[in-house]
């Protein structure tokens, strides 16, 4: 299997899941108030969504390198 088939295979396996998910979320740590050793810490939790247009078009890309890299080898 050469590059651009795995490329074009990660891409829509990139596509699909960001269809499948639609986003993902984290925490973030920060400090919310240090006084002297007493230090208070803060979880926030964080979500990013993906746009649906960008699931399509990873699988679309995915698609045309697959062709593309199916007629060069």
Do not use: C, H
């Amino acid at each position: 299997m050469n590059s651009i088939k795995l490329v074009a295979l990660l891409f829509i396996a990139a596509g699909v899941l960001a269809l499948a998910y639609g986003g993902f979320s984290y925490t973030k740590d920060s400090t919310a108030v240090k006084l002297g050793p007493l230090e208070l810490t803060v979880q926030e939790k964080k979500t990013v969504n993906i746009p649906l247009w960008a699931g399509i078009g990873a699988i679309v890309v995915g698609g045309a390198l697959l062709l593309v890299g199916s007629k060069r080898g």
